[in-house]
C-alpha cells in the first residue's frame, strides 16, 4: 500500500492565508466559562412557510441527498417550485426528474436542465430565487460564492468544505450575503429539531451547571462504494465515489460526523484550542480515507472533549451525544441527567399520529427549508453559516490530526493554506490525487 507523499505539517501551516481575510476574531465564540448567562427561550418553530409569491429553487446536485433536499423544499410550504437542474451526469438529472414526477408530480424543462462542471452557473442565471447547494462538498466554496454574487438565498448542505481554504471561502461570501439581505441556511438539522433545541435551552440555562465537556460517538456500518468501471476516467471515478475520497468528502469525520461534532460546538459555545487525533483503516475497500478516527478537542480553559466515529460493518453501532456539567449530563437529543446518573428530565414526544401537540418534532430536513422561506417571504434574513463554517474547521482540525499523528492549534488550522482537490475539473486523468491511504507519521498530500 503506497502512502503519499509532498506534504508534511510544516507546509500544512502558511502564514498567508488568513492575513488578507481576517476572520480570527469573526470566528472566535464570545461566550466561555465564567462569564453572565443569559436566559435562552425557544424560538417559535413554524409546521409550514406562510404563502407568498412563488418561489422558484434550483438544484445543483441532483444526487440522491440532492433530490431528497428538493423534496424537502417542496413540502415546506405553499408556492414553491423547482425549475432548473444542475449536475455532472445526466443519469443523475433523469433519476431526479423521475422521482420528482413520480412523487411531486412536478416536470422540469427540458431547457432548465444543465449538464456539466459549469452547470451551476446555468442553475443561478436560470431565474430562481433560491438554490439548494447539494454536490460533493468540494464543491460548495465556489458555488456559495456564485450564488451571492448573483444574489440568490441559499441552502448549503453540510459540510461547507473540505479543507480550510474553501471553508475561510464560504465565511467571506456569508459576510457578504448578510450585507446584501440574503438568507443562507445549512443543513446541519439539529439546530432547528425541536427535541435538540429544547435540551440546548435547558442546557443553557443552567440545567446541569457549568459545562465541563464532552463525549460524542457516532459509529455505524460502512458506507457505499462504487467499484470503477474501464471508461471511467479518474474524475468520473471519483465523482461516482466521491464519498470515499477525502478531496471530495472530507473524509467520514467532515462528511458525516459532522453533525454530532456540530452539536457538541453548538453547546460548548466556543472553538478548541488545539486537537489530538488519531485513526485508520482496517475494512474500507475503496478510496484514500479513514473507516475510524478518535479525537481530543482542548480549550482554552483546560476543558476536553473526546470525539470518535467509526464505518465499519459487523461491529456495535452507537450514537452519544453528552454534555457533560458540574450538576449533571445531557443526552442532548432530549434528556437531562445528575451527576448519579438519575434521569431528571425527558423531552415529552407526543404519541404516534399526535400532529397537534405542542412538543411536536417536524422533519428537520423540511423544517431547514421552512425557516428559510419563512425569512425570505417575512423579510428577516436568516444566515447560520458561521456556526457550519465553525463546525466544518473543527472536523477538518480532527481529520488533519489524524492524518499527520500532530497535534493541531486553532491558530495553525486558520493560518492553513491546505486546499485539495484539482483546481481544472474535466474528465480525464487528475493529476497528484490517488487512491493511497494516509499514514500517520508520514508527509501525506491530505493533511
Known amino acids: 500500500m503506497k502512502v503519499k507523499v509532498g506534504m508534511d505539517r510544516r507546509n500544512f501551516i502558511s502564514t498567508s492565508a488568513l492575513g488578507t481575510l481576517g476572520v480570527a476574531g469573526i470566528l472566535s465564540s464570545c461566550s466561555g466559562a465564567g462569564q453572565k448567562r443569559n436566559e435562552v427561550n425557544l424560538p417559535t418553530l413554524l409546521d409550514q412557510a406562510p404563502d407568498g409569491r412563488v418561489l422558484k429553487a434550483g438544484l445543483i446536485g441532483c444526487g440522491g441527498r440532492g433530490t431528497g433536499a428538493a423534496v424537502n423544499f417542496l413540502d415546506a410550504g405553499p408556492n414553491l417550485q423547482i425549475t432548473a437542474l444542475g449536475d455532472v451526469f445526466q443519469d443523475k438529472i433523469d433519476n431526479c426528474r423521475a422521482r420528482l414526477k413520480e412523487e411531486k408530480n412536478i416536470e422540469i424543462a427540458d431547457e432548465n436542465c444543465f449538464l456539466g462542471f459549469d452547470s451551476y452557473e446555468k442553475v443561478i442565471d436560470s431565474g430562481v430565487d433560491i438554490v439548494l447547494l447539494c454536490t460533493p462538498p468540494h464543491f460548495r466554496p465556489i458555488h456559495v460564492e456564485a450564488a451571492v454574487n448573483a444574489r440568490k438565498h441559499i441552502f448549503m448542505e453540510k459540510p461547507i468544505g473540505v479543507d480550510p481554504v474553501g471553508a475561510r471561502q464560504v465565511l467571506a461570501s456569508s459576510k457578504k450575503a448578510q450585507a446584501a439581505g440574503l438568507s443562507m441556511v445549512s443543513g446541519t438539522i439539529r439546530r432547528v429539531q425541536k427535541d435538540y433545541m429544547e435540551t440546548h435551552r435547558r442546557v443553557a440555562n443552567g440545567a446541569i451547571g457549568e459545562i465541563t465537556g464532552a463525549n460524542i460517538i457516532r459509529n455505524g456500518g460502512a458506507l457505499w462504494y462504487r467499484t470503477r468501471l474501464p471508461e471511467w476516467s479518474d474524475m468520473e471515478y471519483m465523482l461516482r465515489n466521491w464519498v470515499n475520497f477525502c478531496w471530495l468528502s472530507g473524509d467520514l469525520v467532515t462528511e458525516q460526523f459532522i453533525h454530532e461534532i456540530d452539536v457538541m460546538n453548538w453547546h460548548l459555545g466556543k472553538n478548541p484550542e488545539r486537537a489530538i ?171
Not at 478537542?297 to 452519544?320: L, P
Not at 497528484?432 to 491511504?437: D, F, P, S, V, Y
Open 277 to 447: 487525533g488519531w485513526g485508520g483503516r482496517q475494512r474500507r475497500v475503496s478510496g484514500d480515507l479513514y473507516d475510524f478516527f478518535s479525537i481530543e478537542y482542548v480549550y482554552e480553559n483546560g476543558m476536553r472533549a473526546h470525539c470518535a466515529s467509526r464505518q465499519i460493518n459487523g461491529c456495535t453501532n452507537k450514537k452519544v451525544e453528552q454534555i457533560n456539567g458540574t450538576k449533571g449530563y445531557a443526552d442532548a437529543a432530549g434528556k437531562i441527567f445528575d451527576l448519579k446518573g438519575n434521569l431528571v428530565w425527558e423531552y415529552p414526544f407526543p404519541a404516534e399520529g399526535d400532529t397537534t401537540s405542542e412538543w411536536k418534532v417536524t422533519n428537520p430536513f423540511v423544517q431547514e427549508h421552512i425557516n428559510l422561506v419563512n425569512a425570505i417571504r417575512t423579510g428577516n434574513p436568516v444566515n447560520d453559516a458561521e456556526a457550519q463554517v465553525n463546525s466544518t474547521l473543527i472536523a477538518i482540525m480532527g481529520r488533519i490530526s489524524a492524518y499527520t499523528g500532530k497535534d493541531v492549534t486553532w491558530e495553525e488550522l486558520m493560518n492553513s493554506d491546505l486546499y485539495l482537490g484539482p483546481k481544472v475539473y474535466a474528465f480525464a486523468p487528475v493529476p497528484g490525487i490517488t487512491e493511497e491511504i494516509p499514514l500517520a507519521g508520514v508527509p501525506n498530500t491530505a493533511g
